[in-house]
């Protein structure tokens, strides 16, 4: 299905947020949110993605 | 020293970590900062991972993190936020910045006030960057706010503190809030200005990330902050329009 990630449209195979973000190659420590509501860490897996879903994720980046 | 939720910290300054020429000169300037508090933000990240990179260099500094909500400027927006930045940074810290005007970045106070008080019922412990009207003050506290952090100038701007009457008045209507000027810092002379005025911390970036040489600039903010602290501390006198004579007049000689 095609989705939104970070801004750039891509194809993916995987169903759920999970999924989509190993197969996009994701490891480490962020914060994900899809159609700008927040999915914690645990939920992701049980948290099935539907066409044109934007998800955003986030890192640690320097703030003031 | 002022607590903050709980936390008393032994340096009053509170320092960001944007805008240095490197991430070596960031983890040195700290160090000479004495800063016990780092600002830091969220942004998207890449597969190659950069954030990771600069999370560790963070908790290797051993600093409490201060997560901001930079740039947000709904409510809805920087809740998300700081739901996401609980997530990340593993605490209920949350430097609360609604920006409500483009050029200035002075805070909307009213989506400030809004979103202070769903956070604060949601466990988060707010640090609201707002202006210095007392009345939005008072509603923050009613929010849940257990810190007010007003603005000394526009962000970045290095103007020291535009109104020092207010920011007075701010520290005589709640002398039992701990109070931070946050923004605006461009000299030492600034932080220790705002120290003086009784403010329990002082939070900056830009002074020092982009002085010429920003570890010097970083020992100078801490000398400063201290020095401001400890002036207010010591009980200054009041001034005058006036001179009153220092030496005793009492047993001076008549020659004249």
Same mark, same amino acid.
């Given at each position: 299905?095609?989705?939104?990630?970070?801004?750039?449209?891509?194809?993916?195979?995987?169903?759920?947020?999970?999924?989509?973000?190993?197969?996009?190659?994701?490891?480490?420590?962020?914060?994900?949110?899809?159609?700008?509501?927040?999915?914690?860490?645990?939920?992701?897996?049980?948290?099935?993605?539907?066409?044109?879903?934007?998800?955003?994720?986030?890192?640690?980046?320097?703030?003031? | 020293?002022?607590?903050?939720?709980?936390?008393?910290?032994?340096? *009053? /300054?509170?320092?960001?970590?944007?805008?240095?020429?490197?991430?070596?000169?960031?983890?040195?300037?700290?160090?000479?900062?004495?800063?016990?508090?780092?600002?830091?933000?969220?942004?998207?990240? @890449?597969?190659? @991972?950069?954030?990771?990179?600069?999370?560790?260099?963070?908790?290797? !500094?051993?600093?409490?993190?201060?997560?901001?909500?930079?740039?947000?400027?709904?409510?809805?927006?920087?809740?998300?936020?700081?739901?996401?930045?609980?997530?990340?940074?593993?605490?209920?810290?949350?430097?609360?910045?609604?920006?409500?005007?483009?050029?200035?970045?002075?805070?909307?106070?009213?989506?400030?006030?809004?979103?202070?008080?769903?956070?604060?019922?949601? @466990?988060?412990?707010?640090? *609201?960057?707002?202006?210095?009207? !007392?009345?939005?003050?008072?509603?923050?506290?009613?929010?849940?706010?257990?810190? /007010?952090?007003?603005?000394?100038?526009?962000?970045?701007?290095? +103007?020291? !503190?535009?109104?020092?009457?207010?920011? +007075?008045?701010?520290?005589?209507?709640?002398?039992?809030?701990?109070?931070?000027?946050?923004?605006?810092?461009? /000299?030492?002379?600034?932080?220790?200005?705002?120290?003086? /005025?009784?403010?329990?911390?002082?939070?900056?970036?830009?002074?020092?990330?982009?002085?010429?040489?920003?570890?010097?600039?970083?020992?100078?903010?801490?000398?400063?902050?201290?020095?401001?602290? +400890?002036?207010?501390?010591?009980?200054?006198?009041?001034?005058?329009?006036?001179?009153?004579?220092?030496?005793?007049?009492?047993?001076?000689?008549? !020659?004249?």
């Amino acid at each position: 299905m095609q989705i939104t990630l970070n801004g750039e449209r891509r194809e993916i195979a995987a169903a759920t947020l999970e999924a989509a973000l190993t197969e996009c190659g994701f490891t480490g420590h962020f914060a994900t949110a899809v159609n700008e509501v927040f999915v914690p860490a645990t939920a992701r897996s049980g948290h099935a993605l539907s066409e044109g879903d934007r998800i955003e994720v986030l890192g640690a980046m320097q703030g003031g | 020293m002022r607590t903050f939720y709980g936390t008393t910290l032994a340096n *009053p /300054l509170m320092l960001g970590t944007a805008r240095y020429p490197s991430p070596k000169v960031l983890e040195a300037a700290f160090r000479e900062s004495g800063a016990a508090v780092a600002t830091v933000s969220l942004r998207r990240e @890449g597969a190659d @991972g950069a954030g990771q990179a600069f999370w560790q260099l963070i908790r290797d !500094l051993g600093v409490l993190v201060l997560p901001n909500t930079a740039g947000c400027h709904t409510v809805k927006e920087a809740v998300t936020t700081a739901h996401m930045a609980r997530e990340v940074f593993d605490t209920p810290w949350i430097k609360l910045e609604l920006i409500g005007h483009t050029d200035s970045l002075q805070p909307d106070v009213f989506q400030l006030v809004e979103a202070a008080k769903i956070l604060s019922d949601e @466990g988060f412990q707010v640090f *609201p960057y707002t202006t210095d009207d !007392l009345i939005v003050g008072e509603r923050l506290l009613a929010a849940g706010c257990e810190v /007010l952090m007003p603005w000394g100038a526009p962000i970045g701007s290095g +103007r020291g !503190l535009s109104n020092p009457y207010a920011l +007075r008045a701010m520290r005589a209507e709640f002398p039992d809030t701990p109070l931070v000027v946050d923004a605006g810092i461009g /000299l030492p002379s600034h932080a220790a200005a705002a120290m003086e /005025l009784g403010y329990d911390a002082v939070l900056l970036n830009t002074a020092v990330a982009r002085a010429g040489d920003p570890v010097a600039m970083a020992c100078a903010m801490r000398e400063a902050a201290e020095a401001g602290a +400890r002036g207010f501390a010591a009980d200054p006198i009041e001034a005058r329009d006036m001179a009153e004579p220092s030496t005793p007049v009492i047993g001076k000689a008549f !020659l004249a």
